[in-house]
């Protein structure tokens, strides 16, 4: 009877310990915590990261129009240290992933906009300059691009130009974002000094 009474002391002891034992709670709760701890704090990595980079998109953007704008005439050399501004605008991040467009806009007496010269440039790995390329299909010349203008600078017989800069955006973690995303900007000015901003020649008189 004394051995059937230890047993049982001993049974309700070792229950009180198992259920004031509270490790295995706190490894449970560690568990369900980490996955969502982690997602938090790449995913805050990730979208920091892009949101730095879109403002340097933006800052590019506008300062390939800003330059060009100020410019009398300009020649293949002139628009690639125009574009080679990048370069110091996007580091620290990886400038061979940046696109840039520049073009001369001419809105005609009917308020009809066409392109009158446009450029493009990418970065090679490791350059210290810009090369120049040829320009989206959507931004060659004589390409007429009304609708991409907005209403209150679609001024008759007036010159525009506009930049596009863009950078594809691949996070290097992914543990969010699992693909790379394009950030993209654009930008409108008008010649600042004269009438339009001659390219090579082009347009020969404004």
Request: proline letters at 5%.
């Amino acid at each position: 009877m004394q051995a059937i009474a230890n047993i049982w002391r001993n049974a309700r002891s070792s229950v009180r310990d198992f259920v004031a034992d509270r490790r295995a709670i706190a490894a449970t709760e560690f568990a369900v915590i980490v996955p969502l701890m982690l997602v938090m704090f790449f995913g805050t990595v990730e979208f920091s990261s892009a949101v730095a980079i879109d403002r340097k998109v933006t800052m590019i953007a506008r300062t390939l129009s800003d330059l060009t704008s100020q410019s009398t005439t300009l020649a293949d050399s002139d628009m690639q240290d125009t574009f080679t501004a990048s370069i110091s605008i996007i580091m620290p991040y990886d400038a061979t992933l940046v696109n840039g467009t520049v073009v001369q806009i001419y809105i005609n007496s009917s308020s009809v906009a066409k392109i009158q010269w446009s450029k493009s440039a990418t970065i090679a790995n490791g350059a210290t300059q810009a090369t120049l390329a040829a320009p989206p299909t959507a931004l060659a010349a004589g390409t007429t691009v009304t609708s991409m203008i907005p209403s209150a600078l679609l001024i008759p017989s007036t010159y525009l130009i506009f930049s596009q800069a863009s950078y594809l955006y691949t996070p290097s973690v992914k543990f969010v974002l699992k693909s790379g995303i394009t950030l993209s900007d654009v930008s409108y000015t008008r010649p600042r000094q004269v009438t339009c901003v001659p390219y090579n020649g082009v347009p020969s008189s404004c």
